[in-house]
């Protein structure tokens, strides 16, 4: 898990790992901001999307 949700910084840590191993990737859950899906789309291209958003702690009490 990677605590930035920064693009540029996620994309350098994940280009680290060989391209053979990320093309194995079937699935990658994130959260909705677009600086993750764009990541997810250069890193993980042969993957598919699981987009979750964090409920809100005020609506569920």
């Keep these: 898990m990677l605590k930035s949700t920064r ?3 996620i994309m350098r ?3 680290h790992l060989p ?3 990320r093309n194995k990737v ?3 859950t994130m959260d909705i901001a ?3 899906i764009k990541a997810a789309q250069r ?3 042969n993957a598919s999307w699981v987009i979750y958003r ?3 702690k ?3 009490l």
């Design 7 to 9: 693009a540029g910084q």
């Design 13 to 15: 840590v994940l280009e």
């Design 19 to 21: 391209v053979r191993k």
């Design 26 to 28: 079937r699935e990658v």
């Design 34 to 36: 677009a600086n993750m």
């Design 43 to 45: 890193c993980f291209g």
């Design 54 to 56: 964090r409920p809100c």
């Design 58 to 60: 005020e609506t569920c």
